[in-house]
Nanobody, 122 residues
Framework: QVQLVESGGGLVQAGGSLRLSCAAS????????IGWFRQAPGKEREWVSC????????LYADSVKGRFTISINNAKDTVYLQMNSLKPEDTAVYYC???????????????WGQGTQVTVSS
């Protein structure tokens, strides 16, 4: 089992920045990718970004490309999502998820965190 704990959410004005963290513990050897998803009220869950733990390769949704940066610490147990130039439409609960493949499909991820709220005011 892998446990994921997100932190770093909050309220920020449009144009501002936040950094989310996703701390992984447990059987980390069983995962090879961590992704970020978000879900706004009344909308479906949306993939944001992911990173490969073995190659540090990254992928981004078009909606966040150039504004968000995903990274991982040297211990390979904490993934960060640096969010710059935030917009009101970025408001959502952000979830991190772990699996074997860096993918935009939620079905590729076996473990999920509880989520952290990000609110961007206009």
């Amino acid at each position: 089992q892998v446990q994921l704990v997100e932190s770093g959410g909050g309220l920020v004005q449009a144009g501002g920045s936040l950094r989310l963290s996703c701390a992984a513990s447990g059987s980390i050897f069983s995962i090879n990718a961590i992704g970020w998803f978000r879900q706004a009220p009344g909308k479906e869950r949306e993939w944001v970004s992911c990173i490969s733990l073995s190659t540090d390769g990254t992928l981004y949704a078009d909606s966040v490309k150039g504004r968000f940066t995903i990274s991982i610490n040297n211990a390979k147990d904490t993934v960060y999502l640096q969010m710059n130039s935030l917009k009101p439409e970025d408001t959502a609960v952000y979830y991190c998820a772990a699996g074997w493949i860096c993918s935009s499909s939620s079905s590729r991820y076996d473990y999920w965190g509880q989520g952290t709220q990000v609110t961007v005011s206009s």
